[in-house]
């Protein structure tokens, strides 16, 4: 969770909202990128752990669920709207 809140805090000190969407300073990436690879460090770590395994059938729950699926026929439709 340190890594997550670490990424988190980041974006939010380092993205700011223009009138057209977002702007991210190009020197600020690499911040940003620092700590995402933070963040998947902590999950490469947890290969071949007991850890592994719950957080795959987490995501695969989370994924799979009508809520997902509703989120998914959302997108489609929103794809093809006007």
């Known amino acids: 969770m340190k890594e997550w809140r670490e990424f988190a805090m980041e ?3 380092d993205i700011h909202k223009t009138p057209n969407g977002i702007h991210i300073q190009n020197s600020k990436i690499k911040n940003i990128e620092k700590e995402w ?3 998947e460090g902590q ?3 947890l ?3 007991a850890w592994e395994a ?3 059938k987490g995501w695969n729950d989370a994924v799979t669920n009508k809520a997902a699926g509703k989120l998914h026929k ?3 439709n929103f ?3 006007p």
């Open 54 to 56: 719950a957080y795959k």
């Open 43 to 45: 999950y490469k770590s």
């Open 79 to 81: 794809k093809h709207s």
């Open 37 to 39: 690879n933070d963040v």
């Open 11 to 13: 974006l939010k000190n």
């Open 47 to 49: 290969k071949g752990t």
């Open 74 to 76: 959302s997108v489609e």
